[in-house]
């Protein structure tokens, strides 16, 4: 039997939906079964974590999302909270067009994301790395996060 | 006839206080119920301590004072030894008051000792200092002294002229109606002389006039009327002359103050009574007055009434008696040089006794001809006339005075007017201040205005520079991240579903060209009208206007002005001309519609206000305020105002700047 996995993805870009959506069909289709759940706005991601029914296992933010100003979210970063609150064992990945890693740094500490990816980074064949290492437990920074984290850390 | 008598008891007696035994003696020595004898030992007394103190003005003072008390118990000597005592004194201490004062009372002793030249004398020394001193009582004073020396003299036409030259002097000071007096009745007595009767009358009635006011004990009524009965005597005018000398003889005290005159009335009224033929009170009327002469030993009166007895009993046939007192006359008259009198005599001995008529008339002519004979008609008017003439000088600087004063009054005027001018002249200055501090601060608000509009055109622009980033960020690079992302997707495809996906997402990346023209655009019309600053200021402000206004406001700018070309304090005195314009037509013009527009036309931009308001005449308002400042704007920026108005038409209002500004 396959495994089924849950996956939340938020992000206001219906095209940038479509896109991992087409792309992580292709992730080992034999063993796991992904099952979608969409959201295109803080608060439709935000109903989504809440009127959810079952655990999402992993999560894709956008950090850049229209915000939901209601319920005081303002970002993926908010939406990330909220899952680390309502579901603990969700895997949460934080996607982002911004490069500053000062921010990084910032969303290291206070999520620590299992995923931290820069989009600028990501192709096809990388999301499907990054996926395949979320889903097994190790914690996947694309390639400009790794080089920031390296800058400060030196 | 007579003039006057010195008498020195003008001053002040002071209660006697024991402790000083100067001024006890001299009270003393100035008690008119004391012995003479003892009045003298007094006297004395006091000059002694005098004379040892030092000489200082109050010592002097006491000098005259011991003078005076010596000149009026008749102790005459021991007057001038105290007057020439004086005189060093002031002499040595270059006291010209003191000295002129000793002149003068030493002009007094001689005069008193009939030695008439050196009372002359002295009296023209005291004059001299006078005139120095400017002191024009005294002056008066000595000159009418010198005027009675020259009458004395005979120099009548000397006389005259002094006695003119004292009522000059006179003149303006008050208390000076003695002298005064003197004056008037010596010239009455002149031109009595001079055959002048009218004149001589006169001068009488003016001494009359006068003489009430001058003390009572010098009798001066009498004197005066004595005198202008001896006038009417000489017009043969007994009947008056009798009048008068009655109303003389009625004086109160006048035998007291003055026994000569009274005796010399009693001679005067029983010779006019003589003439008259009225002989009931005669001869004893001439008794009378004869006795008192005799006991003052008055010479010339004696004389007189010698004469007058003589002609009397020549009338009554009584030759021998006339003869008598005829001759008495002549030996008096000659034995005191008294030469006209000598003359009267001679011409009655020569009717008292006409055998001897002849050699008395020889005697007569040659004592004539020796005598000074006056010559009437070449008498000197001058001095009158110089008085008459000053007289209408004086009037005429009275005239000159009223001018004076209406001269004063105009620049009073004119200068009040200078005043009033120059204060107005200064507030407009201020006001004019005022208005150009009123329009600099108008000109900061406008400028803080301008920079807040900057400020918020900043804002906006970085908002909307915010706004275009947010797009290419999120938006057009989300986009592109999708395309690629599904591009790449495709890539692993081969079938013809893929092929035709990957023609959508070239139609995508045609879209999102267009969508990065339109950023750009955006980006590039940033600079132009919505952006424009001052645009932006009026369209801001006509909305404010909008909602206090009650009119409809339409406003259209012309798109051909070239904003960036207009230099700032044009622009600023564009807005404030906005501004103003609107305040008026808020307060006045109740106006339905208003229409705001910016032109362009040939060289010049244009702003245009035009409302249908109730207008006004333009005559009356012209210098109104609001006006004035918009007009100085436009004035400043090198421009002009035009306005075009009438009560009930409404207003235009027009401004137009030459397209090269005045820079500022």
């Known amino acids: 039997m396959k495994k089924k996995i849950q996956l939340l993805m938020v992000d206001d870009h219906p095209f940038i939906l479509q896109a991992y959506k087409n792309t992580l069909e292709r992730f080992k289709p034999d063993e796991y079964d992904i099952i979608n759940t969409d959201a295109d706005s803080a608060k439709a991601g935000y109903e989504a974590i809440v009127t959810s029914t079952f655990e999402f296992d992993v999560a894709f933010l956008d950090i850049s999302i229209p915000n939901y100003p209601e319920k005081n979210i303002e970002s993926g970063i908010d939406l990330a909270l909220l899952l680390r609150e309502k579901m ?67 | 006839m007579f003039l006057i008598s010195c008498s020195k008891s003008s001053e002040i007696i002071k209660p006697s206080t024991p402790k000083d035994s100067l001024e006890v003696l001299l009270d003393l020595a100035n008690t008119d119920s004391l012995d003479v004898n003892l009045k003298l030992q007094y006297n004395k007394k006091a000059l002694k301590i005098i004379s040892l103190q030092k000489n200082d003005s109050l010592n002097r003072v006491n000098y005259f004072k011991v003078a005076n008390r010596f000149y009026n118990i008749n102790a005459l000597n021991e007057y001038k030894f105290v007057t020439q005592a004086v005189i060093k004194k002031a002499i040595n201490t270059n006291d010209s008051i003191s000295l002129s004062k000793g002149y003068d009372y030493l002009a007094d002793y001689f005069s008193a000792q009939f030695e008439i030249d050196s009372a002359y004398k002295y009296n023209s020394k005291s004059e001299k200092i006078y005139i120095r001193l400017n002191d024009k009582y005294k002056l008066a004073k000595t000159l009418l002294n010198k005027a009675i020396f020259q009458h004395n003299a005979n120099d009548l036409i000397g006389c005259e002229k002094t006695v003119f030259l004292v009522l000059q002097h006179l003149r303006g000071i008050s208390e000076s109606e003695e002298i005064r007096y003197q004056a008037y009745n010596l010239l009455g007595i002149i031109y009595g002389e001079l055959t002048e009767y009218n004149l001589s009358e006169k001068y009488y009635q003016e001494a009359l006039k006068i003489a009430v006011k001058v003390p009572s004990e010098y009798q001066s009524t009498a004197t005066t009327l004595n005198n202008l009965g001896i006038l009417y005597r000489k017009q043969n005018n007994d009947d008056l002359a009798i009048r008068v000398y009655t109303k003389a003889l009625s004086q109160k005290n006048l035998f007291f103050d003055r026994p000569i005159i009274y005796a010399m009335l009693k001679d005067n009224l029983a010779y006019s009574n003589f003439k008259k033929g009225d002989f009931s009170k005669l001869p004893n009327l001439f008794f009378e007055s004869l006795k008192i002469r005799d006991s003052l030993k008055i010479v010339s009166g004696i004389i007189i009434n010698k004469i007058h007895l003589g002609e009397y009993y020549l009338s009554k046939k009584d030759s021998t008696k006339a003869r008598k007192y005829a001759l008495e ?314 306005i075009e108005t009438e009560p009930g038409k409404g207003t235009l209002l027009k401004f137009e700047l030459p397209q090269t500004p005045i820079q500022t």
């Not at chain 2, 008259?333 to 008395?360: C, D, F, H």
């Not at chain 2, 700032?568 to 564009?574: L, Q, S, V």
């Not at chain 2, 702003?607 to 009356?620: C, E, K, P």
């Open chain 1, 88 to 154: 603990p064992n969700c895997k949460i990945v934080l996607l982002t067009m911004h490069n500053e890693k000062l921010k990084f740094k910032y969303f290291a500490d206070t999520i620590q994301p299992n995923g931290l990816v820069v989009k600028n980074d990501l192709t096809f064949e990388e999301l499907l790395i990054a996926f395949g290492k979320v889903i097994t437990g190790e914690i996947y920074y694309s390639e400009t996060v790794l080089k920031m984290m390296q800058e400060e850390n030196a």
């Open chain 2, 329 to 642: 006359a002549y030996d008096l008259a000659q034995s005191n040089g008294e030469k006209t009198q000598a003359l009267e005599t001679l011409k009655l001995l020569s009717r008292v006794n006409p055998i001897k008529a002849l050699s008395y008339s020889e005697i007569y002519y040659s004592l004539s001809d020796s005598l000074q004979i006056i010559d009437n008609k070449a008498r000197n008017k001058f001095a009158r006339i110089e008085f008459e003439t000053e007289e209408l000088t004086l009037e005429k600087d009275k005239l000159v005075e009223q001018r004076k004063t209406l001269i004063y009054i105009g620049l009073g005027i004119i200068l009040i007017g200078v005043f009033i001018f120059v204060i107005r002249f200064q507030a407009a200055k201020n006001r004019e201040l005022m208005l150009v501090q009123e329009q600099q601060k108008a000109n900061e608000e406008i400028y803080q205005l301008m920079l807040n509009q900057n400020n918020k055109i900043e804002e906006v622009r970085q908002s909307e520079k915010k706004r275009i980033a947010q797009e290419l960020h999120d938006g057009i690079l989300g986009k592109l991240f999708g395309t690629r992302m599904n591009l790449g997707v495709l890539n692993s495809k081969k079938d013809d579903l893929a092929i035709s996906e990957r023609g959508s997402y070239i139609d995508e990346l045609k879209t999102l060209e267009q969508e990065i023209r339109e950023i750009s655009h955006d980006l590039s019309s940033e600079k132009t009208a919505v952006f424009n600053n001052f645009v932006l200021m009026v369209t801001n402000f006509l909305e404010t206007q909008k909602k206090v206004c009650k009119a409809q406001i339409t406003f259209s700018i012309d798109p051909k002005i070239e904003w960036n070309a207009i230099d700032n304090m044009a622009k600023i005195n564009f807005y404030r001309i906005l501004q103003e314009a609107f305040q008026n037509i808020n307060k006045y013009a109740n106006a339905k519609n208003v229409a705001v527009k910016f032109l362009q036309t040939d060289n010049k931009t244009a702003l245009s206000i035009q409302d249908d308001g109730v207008g006004f005449i333009f005559q009356r308002k012209k210098k109104g305020i609001g006006l004035l400042n918009m007009n100085s704007r436009i004035i400043n920026s090198g421009g002009e105002m035009h």
